[in-house]
């Protein structure tokens, strides 16, 4: 209980400042901007009360878009996100079959499980992020090919980490 | 009250989602410069297209007036074009006058076919498309007005005479000018027509002469008929008044086909009162 929390602390604190120091740096033109901070999210325990992981959310949107200049943002996004985690998680998981504080994280979760909720999730985030940031219906392609790019890149980035620290663990 | 509160735990994960990010929305719209003018800019856009709709609907409560207004500026148009043309409305064919423009041109036929006693009567002529004549040009009589051309073959057309039940005819009332339609009316004397849409405050008496207006096909100022009887109420606040027409249909034998070289140009002048309306 104790190590899950210190973790998710860890994990905030760490991909908060990769993330606004190292990949908001980096982008394909303005094309493909990475957002792998949303891993922090993602990796929060199953059983994790609705209103926690929302406030968590949002907190890390509002700290993300602090960074960022653009205020609510980020954090809407994030909200959203964390929405779209709780109906995948109630769709695909019976959470009695899993331990409330186990993180969803590939090598406790099969790959293929894994790999959809990351996309699915990220493909949630980034539309919502996108959508906010341009506000318009004016030029839509242009922010659809962002979305779907971004969303790439983003994915690409979060199974890197997830490769990083791949661990099988025993059941 | 519990079945509510059961209900808001039970799906809990949406309704904490509409209030983070009703929050979230909120942040953003308040704090980026950018999307707050898309919001105001927006909200003005609603407002300003609603007045738009509001007006449009609005528009048609004073479409009387403007028509009314739009009228007297044709008749004001049609009065100064009036100086341009030939006074002396019984003299036939062309008068080629480069300076001024001949409104009407009369072409005159010899009646081949008659009838008065159907509901629909009609008229055959022995001019035809050869002769220009066109469909739609009135016809008048030395004694008054005939019909309006209804089909036109290479050497004959037919004429849509007064006595139909579809025929109206624009003509006004000597003394006040006021204005309304001739028709034959739901009776099947040839000799009587009736003149409807006068409004009720108009003072008419018995043996006033009645001419056309010249706001439909005919020349202004050619007789039609003279009242024989006013105040028959059609409606509230129009007089349906009862003319001796002055055609003698029965023995109709030289008639005048009434080419009005400007009707184009009033019937697109027309159609933008339609346009507006």
Redesign the interface.
Known sequence: MAKVLLYNIARFVVLLLMQVFLFKNIGYYNLATPFPYILFILLLPVGIP??IL?CL??IM??SV?AFYD????N??A???L??SR??FV?ITIQTDHYENYMTPIWGTVPFRWYFLYVLVLALFHHTVLFS?EA??FHQFHYTFIRILLSCIFTVIIILLFSLLFYRKKQR | MKNLWLIFTKY???F??I???G??????????T??RA?VVNSSNHLVGSAYEKINAWKSYLYLSEENASLAEENAALREQLQRFTMPDTMIQGVVNDTVHHVQYQYIVAKVTNNSIHQQNNYITLDKGRKHGIERGMGVISSSGIVGIVLHVSEHFCTVQSLLHSETRISAALEDSQAFGSLVWGDNYDPRIGTLKDIPNHVKVREGELIYTSGFSLFPPGILAGKVVQTGISGGDSFLDIKIELSTQFHNLQQVYVVKNVLAAEKAALESQNDDNG
Do not use: E, S
């Open positions: 609705n209103f929302y959310a949002f949107g509002v878009d653009t205020l609510g943002v954090a809407a994030c909200v959203a964390a929405w709780i109906m109630r906010l506000f318009t | 809990n994960a949406f904490l989602f209030v983070f990010f929050l979230a929305f909120y942040l953003v719209v308040r704090n980026n950018f999307q898309l």
